[in-house]
Nanobody, 126 residues
Framework: QEQLVESGGGSVQAGGSLRLSCAAS????????TGWFRQAPGKGREGVAV???????TYADSVKGRFTIIKDNAKNVLYLQMNSLKPEDTAMYYC????????????????????WGQGTQVTVSS
């Protein structure tokens, strides 16, 4: 069964750090562009960070300098290291992938051959 499973969410005070993990199984993870998205209550889904098949990374302006996306193809795991967290980072975080490019993932989502995880909640208090 092809799937992505996130973990590592939780509650933290502003200025703190969290590391999210996303484990892939059932398919060749390294051939996919992968990324993290988030959705806050009452808001639309937002792309946070993506990494292309060649390792190129792209970040949303709101998280540049604070978040780092890391893809470990040997372990089939995607990470999101989040530092200097702010209350506005509070959201459900999802990992996703696509066999297309990272820019396509960022702008269009996974498409029919990609995958979404079930999400993990991140709450940042002031």
């Amino acid at each position: 069964q092809e799937q992505l499973v996130e973990s590592g969410g939780g509650s933290v005070q502003a200025g703190g750090s969290l590391r999210l993990s996303c484990a892939a199984s059932g398919y060749t993870f390294r051939t996919y562009s992968t990324g993290w998205f988030r959705q806050a209550p009452g808001k639309g889904r937002e792309g946070v960070a993506v990494v292309d098949r060649d390792g190129t990374t792209t970040y949303a302006d709101s998280v540049k300098g604070r978040f780092t996306i890391i893809k470990d193809n040997a372990k089939n795991v995607l990470y999101l290291q989040m530092n200097s967290l702010k209350p506005e980072d509070t959201a459900m975080y999802y990992c996703a992938d696509t066999p297309k490019s990272a820019s396509w993932l960022f702008s269009s989502g996974t498409g029919p051959k990609g995958h979404w995880g079930q999400g993990t909640q991140v709450t940042v208090s002031s």
